[in-house]
């Protein structure tokens, strides 16, 4: 009896890995190994024209020194520029979707006339492709013929057409702008699901004792949405970390939004260094795993101090 209880869960563990094999197979051949090729492209001079003739120079494309002189992608101004700018595009993009992602959850989860057609107006932005979104709000912005200049100088706020994507003054605010347009939708969208989850007896209690919106806000709907928003932060930060499109589209390689993403592109394809290009975008691999871990690590002693806080609450109660 003990003995078939014991080979129960080895069965189950076998069926479960025998339905994941597909999935791991596939996983393997997609991601795992086009990433081990990059790492080892890293390490060689091979060039994109004959990517099969290369010789191994080892960290050469990441730091090197010759003659007193320090090369590599390390040692590339354009490379901790677009670091910078990838970093900086990052935390302002998710900062602002996430508060404008909340505060729009919050009014959709509310009851009100064509609450349905609303909810599906916002997710128009995020409906759009990311390409044909970026091209779009590229002539809205044109300096000689977008309609926000136009609007802008119909209203008195500008004296004279800007170039607002040519302009480094500019072009990286309004790459972050139409991101948020695009993207605040997701997570409005996760939001809203976790705040259909709040039971409401929560908020008829908060209502009975006369608590502030503002208190049931902080301690009752957002330590409930946690989870969830932490899961939409990190799936924003991972694209935002490794954004392209949007902003190749909009500036193309702009040395002012030129992001890691671009740089490998740029390194790879446009001047053909295989190597040099690989190694760009190992580092690109690297910063995004150390953000993600780093962002990971401080979200779970907040989320332990939460847990405990809840349970202390609990036992108060049942006290």
């Known amino acids: 009896m003990i003995g078939a209880v014991m080979r129960r869960p080895r069965s189950l563990q076998a069926t479960a890995a025998l339905f994941l094999s597909p999935m791991v197979l596939a996983l393997a051949v997609v ?10 492209f890293g390490f060689t001079d091979a060039s994109l024209t004959a990517p099969a ?23 590339d101004p354009q490379w901790w520029q677009a670091l910078r700018n990838t970093l900086v595009f990052a935390a302002a993009s998710v900062t602002a979707e996430t508060v404008l992602g909340v505060g729009m959850a ?3 989860n509310a009851r009100f006339p064509g609450r349905g057609l609303v909810r599906a107006a916002v997710l128009v932005p995020w409906a759009i492709p990311t390409v044909v979104s970026a091209k779009m709000w590229a002539w809205m912005l044109h300096d000689q013929f977008g309609i926000i200049n136009a609007g802008a100088m119909a209203l008195g706020l500008i004296d004279r057409p ?4 040519a302009s480094s003054d500019t072009a990286m605010l309004s790459v972050i702008l139409v991101d948020v347009w695009k993207t605040t939708p997701f997570v409005a969208l996760l939001t809203l699901a976790a705040l259909q989850t709040v039971p409401r007896d929560c908020y008829e209690a908060a209502r009975v004792d006369g608590i502030p919106p503002w208190r049931v806000f902080l301690h009752i709907t957002l330590p409930l949405i946690r989870p969830a928003l932490a899961v939409a932060v990190v799936f924003r930060l991972l694209d935002a970390l490794r954004v392209f499109d949007v902003v190749y589209v909009m500036t193309g390689e702009a040395e002012a ?3 890691l993403s671009i740089h490998a592109r740029q390194q790879l394809v446009q001047f053909q260094d295989m190597g040099y290009g690989s190694a760009s975008a190992t580092l690109l691999f690297l910063v995004i795993g150390l953000v993600t871990v780093a962002y990971l690590a401080v979200l779970r002693p907040d989320r332990a101090a939460s847990g405990q806080r809840m349970a202390g609450h609990a036992g108060e109660a049942g006290g």
């Open 31 to 40: 991601a795992v190994w086009p990433l081990a090729r990059t790492i080892w």
């Open 53 to 75: 003739d290369y010789t191994l120079v080892g960290l050469a494309n990441y730091l090197e020194v010759y003659d007193g002189a320090w090369y590599g992608v390390l040692a």
């Open 106 to 108: 919050l009014v959709l």
């Open 162 to 165: 800007m170039a607002w994507l």
């Open 257 to 259: 939004t030129m992001t």
